[in-house]
C-alpha cells in the first residue's frame, strides 16, 4: 500500500491519481495565470513522520514562490505547523491554541499564547 496518494480533477471525466513512497513523496502545483498553490507531502530527513508544504505561487504567468509557506509535521497523536509569511514565521500545534509569531530578520517574538 503507498504511503501517499495524490488525486486531481479538472475537464476530464474522471480524477488522475498518483501514488508515492516515503523516499518519494507526492508532488503538485496547481495554477491560474497568476496565482497558484504547490504540495508536496514526505517524510522528514530525521523521522518517519509526514510531512506537508503547502506554497503559495505566482501561477503559470511567474511560478515563483511568492512568500507565504506553511509546513506542518506529525504523527497521529501531534500535528505541528510552521507557516511563513513574508518576515513573520507562526509556528503552533493543530489543536492547541498556543501559538508563537517571530520577525525572521531579528528573531524578535512578538506574540505568544
Do not use: C
Not at 504511503?3 to 486531481?8: E, G, K, L, P
Not at 517524510?43 to 513522520?49: I, K, L, M
Request: cysteine-free; proline content about 3%; charged content about 15%.
Amino acid at each position: 500500500m503507498a504511503r501517499f496518494y495524490a488525486s486531481i480533477s479538472g475537464v476530464a471525466k474522471t480524477p488522475a491519481t498518483r501514488t508515492g513512497t516515503p523516499r518519494s513523496g507526492a508532488q503538485g502545483h496547481v495554477r491560474g495565470w497568476d496565482l497558484g498553490g504547490r504540495v508536496e507531502v514526505g517524510t522528514g530527513s530525521n523521522d518517519a513522520n509526514d510531512h506537508v508544504t503547502l506554497t503559495l505561487t505566482g501561477g503559470s504567468n511567474g511560478p515563483s514562490n511568492l512568500g507565504v509557506q506553511i509546513i506542518a509535521a506529525g504523527g497521529a497523536d501531534r500535528r505541528t505547523f510552521v507557516a511563513h509569511i513574508g518576515n513573520l514565521q507562526i509556528t503552533g500545534t493543530v489543536g492547541d491554541s498556543r501559538v508563537e509569531v517571530k520577525l525572521l530578520d531579528t528573531g524578535e517574538v512578538v506574540y505568544s499564547s
